[in-house]
């Protein structure tokens, strides 16, 4: 009977909605300008603090390309900023703006998690390399496609990013750097 507790315990705390999840979802579903607000802002500080976790993880792992990461990193950085700034100019000031803006840097923060997690994994297994396959079954040039997609749009901070940061991947992995360039702007959503 004790065991049935413990289990049940068990079972409650970790697939049961914490209280402070629920509050953070009605905040997220909610069309209130001050909740969105603190949606956004739960959302990037809980990205933050991941992101953070992550890269000290890979900077305590990556031995002698620990300057070259955190040069990828500063790049993402500048570039997240100044993607983001744009979004919120965009919004014309305001609560709306801050919203905007912070969704944004969550957003992009949540992408650079990703890229940082597979940093160093094969990635053949990526849905890019998935469509990359089905196009050349369907009789498409593999080199033609990825050299279409490495080319990078006019972004300065884009393609500093991309750069730098297919350097060090190319340095942890077989990557080749136009494959990385073109699996990150397939991947761009923004």
């Known amino acids: 009977m004790r065991l049935l507790g413990i289990i049940l315990l068990f079972i409650t705390s970790t697939c049961m909605p914490t209280q402070a ?9 909610s069309v209130a300008t001050p909740d969105l607000l603190r949606c956004a802002s739960s959302r990037l500080a809980g990205a933050d603090e991941k992101l953070n976790s992550v890269y000290r993880e890979k900077l305590s792992r990556s031995g002698d390309l620990e ?12 570039f997240r900023d100044s993607y983001c700034d744009s979004i919120r100019e965009e919004s014309a000031g305001g609560n709306e703006a801050d919203i905007e803006g912070n969704f944004c840097l969550a957003a992009l923060t949540e992408d650079r998690i990703g890229e940082l997690e597979s940093a160093g994994s094969t990635d053949s297994d990526s849905d890019f390399f998935k469509a990359i396959r089905s196009l050349e079954r369907a009789g498409y040039n593999r080199q033609e496609l990825i050299s279409k997609l490495a080319s990078t749009p006019n972004d300065v901070h884009w393609n500093e990013y991309t750069g730098k940061n297919c350097e060090f991947i190319g340095k942890v992995s077989a990557s080749e750097i136009s494959a990385c360039k073109a699996r990150l702007n397939f991947e761009r959503t923004y």
Do not use: F, K, T
Request: with cysteine; aromatic share 4%.
């Open 21 to 29: 999840q629920v509050e953070s979802d009605a905040l997220c579903e």
């Open 67 to 78: 300057n070259n990461l955190r040069e990828v990193q500063r790049s993402w950085i500048r």
